[in-house]
């Protein structure tokens, strides 16, 4: 059985920084596309970013230049470094397990409880 465990979350004031860990048990991360999604209240999920088994990364727009996603092969952990950070930032992010399509879809892919995220002044 696989699951994936956020931490990290936090509240932060705008410009801040972040950095969220995802623990997977059951599956090693290097093996698979894995990446982050995103659930603002009273929103639906929100693809933010991906890395493939390959280590090709991608971005949302909305993230792409102040987010960051990494793994590390060695300890098995998936990161998101999140800087200069913006109030609609504020979400619940969710590690999960999948390919950037199945991400964007919403497909029903494995993903953790999620940690939360608040960007307030």
């Known amino acids: 059985e696989i699951q994936l465990v956020e931490s990290g979350g936090g509240m932060v004031q705008p410009g801040g920084s972040l950095t969220l860990s995802c623990v997977p048990f059951?599956?090693?991360?290097?093996?698979?596309?894995m990446g982050w999604v995103r659930q603002a209240p009273g929103k639906g999920p929100e693809w933010v970013s991906s890395?493939?088994?390959?280590?090709?990364?991608d971005y949302a727009d909305s993230v792409k230049g102040r987010f960051t996603i990494s793994r590390d092969n060695a300890e098995n952990t998936l990161s998101l470094q999140m800087n200069s950070l913006k109030p609609e930032d504020t979400a619940l992010y969710y590690c999960?397990?999948?390919?950037?399509?199945?991400?964007?879809?919403?497909?029903?892919?494995?993903r953790g409880k999620g940690t939360q995220v608040t960007v307030t002044s």
């Open positions: 999960a397990k999948g390919s950037q399509y199945e991400l964007r879809s919403n497909m029903n892919t494995p």
């Open positions: 059951g599956l090693n991360v290097e093996r698979y596309d």
């Open positions: 890395i493939t088994s390959s280590g090709w990364k």
